[in-house]
């Protein structure tokens, strides 16, 4: 199910967070109790369509549904950006910037700002090879994305962004080490 933050169905295309029953969705939390106690919700008959109700796993990610029931992945609830009353996407503006083919990594996060909430702040590397400058890569976003999705700035790492255990970019940590710095 696509639910809405008051736990009503989104209508088709309208982004929601991804809510899942079944039998093998909770094995990640196995002995979790915080994390069971985070994420397991019960659903009213009205949202599962059951007699009874029922309890469901709150994913945190958002999605969007299409009219043949297809997911779309928007990103997750704790990575999205808050700028200017906006919820943004990281990974539609990290899309956005490997569309110009100049960049190996990209990492799209929200750093604190007085007037916006946050500011998007755009961390890449350029492939092998290729000299960048951050002006090319603004100026595919102005093409693409609606002005408040626009980033702030963009910094050019010469070595890759950092990655969690997974293995995955660590946005959180590049944006705990850019909070100090954009301000200034």
Same mark, same amino acid.
Not at 12 to 17: K, L
Not at 115 to 121: C, D, N, T
Not at 132 to 144: I, N, P, V
């Given at each position: 199910?696509?639910?809405?933050?008051?736990?009503?169905?989104?209508?088709?295309?309208?982004?929601?967070? =991804?809510?899942?029953?079944?039998?093998?969705?909770?094995?990640?939390?196995?002995?979790?109790?915080?994390?069971?106690?985070?994420?397991?919700?019960? =659903? !009213?008959?009205?949202? !599962?369509?059951?007699?009874?109700?029922?309890?469901?796993?709150?994913?945190?990610?958002?999605?969007?549904?299409?009219?043949?029931?297809?997911?779309?992945?928007?990103?997750?609830?704790?990575?999205?950006?808050?700028?200017?009353?906006?919820?943004?996407?990281?990974?539609?503006?990290?899309?956005?910037?490997?569309?110009?083919?100049?960049?190996?990594?990209?990492?799209?996060?929200?750093?604190?700002?007085?007037?916006?909430?946050?500011?998007?702040?755009?961390?890449?590397?350029?492939?092998?090879?290729? !000299?960048?400058?951050?002006?090319?890569?603004?100026?595919?976003?102005?093409?693409?994305?609606?002005?408040?999705?626009?980033?702030? =700035?963009?910094?050019?790492?010469?070595?890759?962004?950092?990655?969690?255990?997974?293995?995955?970019?660590?946005?959180?940590?590049?944006?705990?080490?850019?909070?100090?710095?954009?301000?200034?």
């Amino acid at each position: 199910m696509v639910l809405r933050e008051d736990g009503s169905q989104c209508a088709p295309g309208e982004p929601g967070e =991804l809510v899942h029953r079944g039998p093998l969705v909770s094995m990640g939390y196995w002995n979790d109790v915080e994390k069971t106690s985070a994420c397991f919700r019960q =659903l !009213s008959p009205r949202q !599962s369509g059951l007699t009874i109700p029922e309890i469901a796993v709150w994913s945190g990610d958002t999605v969007r549904m299409d009219e043949e029931g297809f997911l779309y992945f928007i990103g997750r609830r704790d990575d999205m950006i808050k700028t200017s009353g906006y919820r943004v996407s990281p990974t539609e503006i990290e899309e956005i910037i490997y569309s110009t083919e100049l960049v190996a990594e990209a990492a799209a996060v929200g750093v604190s700002h007085p007037v916006l909430g946050q500011a998007i702040v755009v961390v890449v590397v350029p492939r092998q090879g290729v !000299s960048l400058d951050a002006d090319t890569l603004l100026s595919a976003c102005k093409q693409a994305l609606p002005a408040y999705m626009l980033p702030a =700035l963009v910094d050019i790492r010469k070595n890759s962004l950092l990655r969690n255990p997974n293995g995955k970019i660590d946005r959180k940590s590049i944006a705990n080490e850019l909070k100090y710095s954009f301000m200034e």
